[in-house]
C-alpha cells in the first residue's frame, strides 16, 4: 500500500557531496517519522538520520556536522544531504518511513522501507 523509491545514490571522490531523495506514494494519511538507514558490506544496519514530521532530527554520530536531513511532509518525501563524504560512508542507504497510516486502515501504523540506493566513496 505505500511504496518508497529512492535516487541520487552514486560514486563519489571522497570529500564530495551527494544528495539523495525518497518519496513515499499510496494512499498516505500521515508518516510520523522518515529517516535513512545504511548497511555496508559485512556490517549491520544502522541509523544514519530521521526526521520526525514536527521537524525534530536525530543524526548517527559518525554524520553530525556533514550530513543533512530534510522533509516535505506535503509531498511525502524526505532528503539527505551528504557533504564531506568519507570512505567509511560507503553503503547501501535505504529510506525508511515509520508509523505510516493510510486511508484504507486509518487506525493501523505501519512501517515501509524503499529497495535501497547504493553510495560509493572512493579514497
Known amino acids: 500500500q505505500v511504496q518508497l523509491v529512492e535516487s541520487g545514490g552514486g560514486l563519489v571522490q571522497a570529500g564530495g557531496s551527494l544528495r539523495l531523495s525518497c518519496a513515499a506514494s499510496g494512499s498516505i494519511l500521515s508518516i510520523n517519522a522518515m529517516g535513512w538507514y545504511r548497511q555496508a558490506p559485512g556490517k549491520q544496519r544502522e541509523l544514519v538520520a530521521n526526521?520526525?514530521?514536527?521537524?525534530?532530527?536525530n543524526y548517527a554520530d559518525s554524520v553530525k556536522g556533514r550530513f543533512t536531513i530534510s522533509r516535505d511532509n506535503a509531498q511525502n518525501t524526505v532528503y539527505l544531504q551528504m557533504n564531506s563524504l568519507k570512505a567509511e560512508d560507503t553503503a547501501v542507504y535505504y529510506c525508511a518511513a515509520l508509523g505510516v497510516r493510510v486511508i484504507t486502515t486509518p487506525w493501523r501504523n505501519m512501517d515501509a522501507w524503499g529497495q535501497g540506493t547504493l553510495v560509493t566513496v572512493s579514497s
Open positions: 526526521i520526525i514530521s514536527g521537524g525534530s532530527t
